[in-house]
């Protein structure tokens, strides 16, 4: 199938329209946020464009018809991964993500992990009846739970050389039964913390990342760091990455960065994201990349 859209590009449209025009199989990972319920209007009165619904069940509902055509063009190994925080009304959350999360799963997506994006510069917010919000989940989703392609060794954390001691220590002077029990599993620790000083460590589900810093037009842009460990985790080389919210281009500089010949496709409803998305995106074609 020739495709009729261009690479390293977002095309301008709703997703699920776009979508038909992919051949299946096609996508390895998509990573995306799309727009919060009721926070934001994109457009001007697109009735197309999800997160200005009347109710939050229409609003779930076009998300699960997103992520499902997604599916449909999404390779066996494919994953997901979805940035959705909540809505207040009259100061009590509505519980979007869990409310996703549990729509998500009935859709036949599997869960694999819920990420923490802890926003270490995260703006105040103006209340007085509860404690700001830090923190937004990062849904990991599966296509197929036995099969879906993950593979973490480039996103480990360095691990200092004062943790790997004491760890160490514990391990050959500890007497507690678990370390007795952990020494006969394990053999030559020594070997193991080399292993751990040279490889690093798994970045765990709590990631420690600033918000966007970079000057955009789009009003709620995510930031590059955020998609790096998703697509080289879960984006072999030479695959696809999708984004059906594509804003500014956020996704799509992220993959032309990490390189490995990825190929980026996106879509957003917005005209002039997908014109500020195209303009960031044609230089970073043009860059080294990191790998």
Not at 22 to 27: E, S, W
Not at 84 to 91: S, V
Not at 192 to 212: F, Q, Y
Not at 237 to 245: R, T
Request: with cysteine; proline share 7%; aromatic share 10%.
């Amino acid at each position: 199938m020739t495709l009729s859209y261009e690479p390293n590009k977002v095309i301008h449209g709703d997703a699920r329209e776009v979508l038909r025009g992919l051949p299946p199989h096609f996508i390895d990972v998509a990573v995306t946020s799309p727009p919060y319920f009721n926070l934001r209007n994109y457009t001007e009165g697109d009735e197309r464009e999800i997160g200005t619904e009347s109710s939050l069940e229409s609003y779930l509902d076009n998300l699960i018809q997103v992520f499902s055509a997604i599916s449909d063009k999404m390779k066996p190994t494919g994953t997901l991964w979805v940035n959705i925080a909540d809505t207040y009304r009259e100061g009590v959350p509505m519980m979007v993500p869990w409310k996703f999360m549990n729509a998500m799963l009935n859709a036949d997506w599997h869960l694999i992990n819920i990420v923490v994006w802890y926003k270490i510069d995260a703006m105040a917010e103006s209340v007085d009846r509860r404690f700001s919000q830090k923190w937004e989940p990062f849904y990991f989703f599966a296509k197929d739970p036995d099969i879906y392609h993950f593979d973490p060794e480039g996103t480990k954390m360095p691990v200092k050389v004062s943790s790997v001691q004491r760890l160490e220590h514990k391990f050959n002077k500890g007497k507690s039964q678990d370390v007795s029990r952990m020494r006969g599993l394990v053999g030559d620790m020594s070997h193991k913390a080399d292993i751990m000083l040279e490889r690093g460590v798994n970045a765990g589900d709590v990631w420690a990342m600033p918000t966007n810093k970079v000057r955009v037009m789009h009003a709620a842009p995510y930031p590059v760091e955020l998609c790096l460990r998703p697509i080289m985790s879960c984006c072999p080389q030479n695959g696809v990455v999708f984004d059906p919210f594509a804003g500014s281009g956020t996704t799509g500089v992220a993959t032309l960065e990490l390189g490995g010949n990825r190929t980026f496709y996106g879509t957003d409803i917005n005209p002039l994201s997908v014109e500020e998305a195209n303009e960031r995106l044609a230089p970073q074609a043009m860059q080294p990349t990191l790998f």
